[in-house]
């Protein structure tokens, strides 16, 4: 019988691994994909740095706040292959998320948050690029457009990881721009955070 071994790296190296590139941990938009993210402990750790980011340069203003501690959580991705894992981890983010609001379940933001970590988070194999129901890894990119709106985009990570062939040095494909070898699978409507919110299961579990 197959036997899944589970290792959690502890908080300090954690820490000490994000310190290595310690400027992208806290830039708000910067964006980080775990593939195998276990219950969330490097994105948990990155998370606090982004929102500690949010609060030193928008904490004078709830409206900046919460659209980019939404941003900082849409910057998140990963993909988990056990089910109480992913769970975990979404519920862990979410609850920093929230906490750092002062969110109730029944604030939009909160609701917001729930659906961009149901998205960006996915119960699948990364090594497969496949989905725990053997469908297509997608992951939705998320751009802040101000005003309180953001524009989402999905792409496929299988093409992702094989644009990275095509844009190699001395490829065929070198010379071709980022807009010709990412091309989203799908583009969505400009949404707001109370958009977002309605987007979100009615019911929390």
């Known amino acids: ?3 899944t071994i589970e290792v959690f790296t502890p ?5 000490a691994m994000l310190d290595l590139f310690k400027d992208e941990t806290e830039r708000i938009d910067s964006k980080f994909l775990e593939p195998a993210c276990g219950d969330g402990n490097f994105l948990v750790q990155i998370l606090e740095r982004k929102l500690a980011s949010v609060e ?3 904490g004078q203003s709830d409206f900046d706040r919460k659209y980019f501690a939404l941003l900082a959580l849409m910057s998140l991705y990963a993909i988990e292959l056990l089910s109480d894992n992913i769970a975990d ?3 862990n983010l979410l609850r920093i998320f929230a906490n750092y609001l002062k969110l109730n379940t029944s604030d939009e933001a909160y ?3 729930f659906y961009v970590l149901s998205q960006n988070l996915v119960h699948g194999d990364a090594t497969k690029m496949r989905t725990h129901n053997d469908q297509a890894t997608i992951f939705a990119e998320w751009g802040p457009l101000g005003k309180g709106r953001y524009q989402r985009r999905d792409f496929r990570l299988d ?7 095509f844009s ?4 065929l494909f070198s010379q071709l721009g980022r807009h ?3 091309t989203p699978t799908k583009t969505y409507p400009t949404m707001t955070i109370g958009e977002l919110s309605d987007l979100a299961p009615k019911i929390f579990v």
Do not use: T
Not at 11 to 15: A, K, R, S
Not at 159 to 165: G, I, P, Q, V, W
Not at 168 to 171: I, T
């Open 1 to 3: 019988f197959p036997v």
């Open 11 to 15: 908080q300090w190296l954690v820490e």
């Open 56 to 58: 030193k340069k928008y």
């Open 89 to 91: 981890c979404r519920a």
């Open 111 to 113: 609701r917001a948050g």
């Open 159 to 165: 093409s992702l990881a094989e644009s990275e062939n």
């Open 168 to 171: 190699a040095k001395d490829s």
């Open 180 to 182: 010709e070898i990412f």
